[in-house]
C-alpha cells in the first residue's frame, strides 16, 4: 500500500477554507503538507467556532495531518528558514490577496526563477487578473454574484445561499486539479508552473446547465425551489411522515414509478414524455402526493428502491453521518488529539483507490508551529 | 505552450453528467478524450433540452472537444477495436452502475491484468462498495439523503435543492483528482490503479462546517436562508432598488462597515464580537438596512468595495456571462459547430495555467460516432 502522492511536499500558506481544503485533499492522498502560518494568530479559522476542549472542531476538521511551523516572512531568519523549506517543497500553495506574495519578494517570478522545479497554486476571489483582481471575496460574496444563489431557492421568494461553503470549496478542488496536473507535467520536463484559480470563475464552472439554458433561450433561470428545472419528476413528495425524493430521470423510470404507485398514467399524453411531464408538473405532483401521503417515508423508500427507482430521504448531517452507507465507504474518520484520543469527527477520503491506504482516524490538526523542531531537523538532514 | 495533459489519452465511457464533467476537466486541461458511445442512443444528454439547430446544448456544454466512436462491447467485432483502444489508453473513465463493466468482461480486475499501466475512474451514486452500492441514484437523491439539503433554504420552510448540479458535479471533480493523483504515481511505478467515488461520499465531503457543528454539539444544524451560520454580518441586504450581499467576515470589516454607513456599532456590547452579532443578527440586520434602504445597491456596492469591504451584487446567469471580471479571464468561450461558427457558449476552464494555452473557442462537441474514421487511422498508425 502507498498512497499516491507519497514523496511529495507541500508548502501550505493558506488560511481560512479555499487553500485549506486543497491541501487536505493533497494530505489525504498522501503528500506531505507543512503549513506556515503567521506568528501568534496563525490561520485564522483557528478562532472559528464551534470549539472543544478550547480548540476550533472547524481547523480540525480542514487542517488534520498537515505539520505547523511559525514564520514571520519579514524577519531576515524566518525567511532563511523559509526559503530552505521552498528548496525541499514540490508545490507552494497560497490564498492571499493577490499583490501579497509579490511585496515579501516570493512572487511567482521570483519563486520561479529561484527555484525552477516548484509548482505554484494560488486560489483567491476574483483571480490574479482582470479589473476586480484586488477586491476581497469570501464565500457569500461569490455565491451570489456567480449565480449559483439566482437558482437556488423558492420561485417568487428571495434566493438563499447553498449551505455548504461551495464559494470556497468547489475553488480550492479546481485548484487541486490545476496543482497535480502541473505535477504530472513538472515530472517529466522539471520545470514547475503557476495555477491561478479565482473563486467567481469557479462558481460560473459549476452552472453547466444554466449556462446551456442562458445561451439558448437568451433569458437566465430562476430558482425551482425543490425540483430540477428540466426533468420531471425530480423532486421532493410528502409522505405521512415527511418529504423524501423520487428522481425518475426518463421515461423507463416514470412508468416503473406508476407500476409501484398503482397510479395509471404512463399512457396518459399529459405525462407519457419528459416535456410533457414538465409542463403538467404541478398536476403531477398532486396525484403522487395522493398516493403517497397515505403511508410513510420509509415504506416509499423501500417500495420504489425495490423497484429500481432512484429516490431517497432528505437527511439531516447526524443522520448523515450515521448512514449505514456512508459507514461502510469509511466516510466519518475520527481525528485524533495529541494524546491518541478521538477528539472530533471529520468527512473521510472521497477518492477511494486500490493499493492506497484509506485510515480510519486522521492524525491531529497541528498546534500552531506545534512541528517548529521537526520540521527543523528535517531540513538539517537536508 | 504544452498543455500540461498533452500526450494522455483518456477512454470515456461516461454519460450524463459526472462522469462526463470529470473528462471534460482532462481534455481542458490537454488530454485526448474518446466517447466511446453505445450505437444508435449514445450518451443520454444527446436528447437533453435545451436544444438548438436540433442539438443539445447541454451536452455540447460538457462534451466540447471531445472524439466519438460507437461500439456496442456485446459485438466482437467492436470489442475487439475497444481492446485497441485500451492498450493506447493511459485512463479509463465509467459512470455505469457498479458492477456493468464486470458483466461486459472489462471489470478492474480484468483490465488491470490485461493493461497493467491504466488507471481505472469510476465515479457511481453510492460507490462501488457498501450495502447500497447497487442502488440507482441521481443528483438529487444524494443532495436530499447527503445532508446539503438539509441546511439549503429558509428555515422552517421546506429545504431546496442546490441550483447547480453538485451531486454530480462534485463527484466528477473528486474523479479528476483521483486520476490525476493515479498518474503521477502511474508514470513513476507503471501501475495504475483503480478510483471509486461516490456521488454520496462526495457531498459529505463538502459538508466541514456543518460536519464540525454537529460533532461538537450533537445536533445538525437547519438551513440559515442567506446567512453564513457562524459568521455575522455575512448575507443579503435589502437596497432601495433591490438585494446585494454583504460579508464582513471579522472585526476589524465590521468596522470599516459601521464607519462606510455611519453607524455608531462598533463599540456596542451587543455588537462587538462575532458572537454578540450573532446573537443579535436580526437586530443587526435591520439596523444595517434602515441605512441601506436608503439607496442603491451599485451605490452601496461602489462605497463599500472602496472601503474594502467584501461585497457584491446577486447576479442571474446571463449577468454572470456579461460580468466584466468573468470576461476578463476567459470564462465564456465559444463552442463551435462543425463549420467553425460559434454556435454555443460554455464556461471556460477556471484551472489558468502558466505556459498553458486558454483557448477562447473549444472545437465541437462530437456528433455520435463522428470520428470513427479519425480513430480506426489513428489506431492503424500504432
Known amino acids: 500500500m502507498t498512497a499516491p502522492l507519497a514523496g511529495y511536499t507541500i508548502l501550505d500558506l493558506t488560511h481560512v477554507l479555499a487553500g485549506p481544503y486543497c491541501t487536505m485533499t493533497l494530505s489525504d492522498l498522501g503528500a506531505k503538507v507543512i503549513k506556515v502560518e503567521p506568528p501568534e494568530t496563525g490561520d485564522d479559522t483557528r478562532a472559528f467556532p464551534p470549539f472543544k476542549d478550547g480548540k476550533s472542531a472547524y481547523f480540525a476538521a480542514i487542517n488534520h495531518g498537515k505539520k505547523s511551523i511559525a514564520l514571520n516572512l519579514k524577519d531576515a531568519a524566518d525567511r532563511a528558514v523559509f526559503e530552505q523549506l521552498l528548496e525541499r517543497a514540490d508545490v507552494i500553495v497560497e490564498n492571499y490577496r493577490p499583490g501579497v506574495m509579490e511585496r515579501l519578494g516570493y512572487g511567482w517570478e521570483e519563486l520561479h526563477m529561484a527555484y525552477p522545479r516548484l509548482v ?119 409522505a405521512s411522515d415527511g418529504l423524501f425524493v423520487i428522481a425518475a430521470g426518463n421515461d423507463k423510470l416514470f412508468e416503473k414509478l406508476c407500476i409501484a404507485l398503482n397510479l395509471p398514467l404512463a399512457d396518459d399524453p399529459r405525462f407519457a414524455t419528459n416535456p410533457a411531464r414538465c409542463e403538467n408538473a404541478r398536476l403531477l405532483k398532486r396525484l403522487i402526493e395522493a398516493v403517497t401521503l397515505d403511508n410513510t417515508r420509509a415504506h416509499w423508500i423501500a417500495k420504489l428502491t425495490a423497484a429500481g427507482i432512484p429516490t431517497g430521504p432528505i437527511q439531516n448531517v447526524e443522520q448523515v453521518m450515521k448512514d449505514p452507507q456512508i459507514l461502510a465507504r469509511n466516510m466519518v474518520v475520527d481525528v485524533l488529539d495529541k494524546n491518541g484520543r478521538q477528539a472530533y469527527k471529520a468527512a473521510g477520503n472521497p477518492i477511494k483507490m486500490t493499493d492506497a491506504p484509506d485510515p480510519t482516524t486522521r492524525s491531529p490538526a497541528p498546534d500552531l508551529d506545534g512541528n517548529r523542531g521537526e520540521i527543523l531537523r528535517w531540513l538539517d538532514e537536508g
Do not use: N, W
Open 120 to 238: 505554484y497554486g494560488a486560489v483567491s476571489g476574483f483571480g490574479h487578473s482582470g479589473p476586480d483582481a484586488k477586491r476581497p471575496a469570501y464565500d457569500m460574496v461569490v455565491q451570489a454574484r456567480g449565480g449559483v444563489m439566482s437558482i437556488t431557492g423558492e420561485k417568487d421568494r428571495d434566493p438563499v445561499r447553498v449551505g455548504a461553503s461551495i464559494g470556497d470549496i468547489i475553488a480550492g478542488m479546481f485548484l487541486t486539479q490545476g496543482i497535480l496536473a502541473a505535477l504530472l507535467d513538472r515530472d517529466k520536463t522539471g520545470i514547475g508552473r503557476k495555477i491561478d484559480v479565482a473563486m467567481l470563475d469557479s462558481q460560473l464552472a459549476i452552472l453547466e446547465h444554466a449556462v446551456a439554458l442562458t445561451t439558448v433561450t437568451g433569458k437566465a433561470p430562476g430558482p425551482s425551489g425543490a425540483r430540477h428545472p428540466s426533468i420531471t419528476p425530480f423532486e421532493t413528495f410528502h
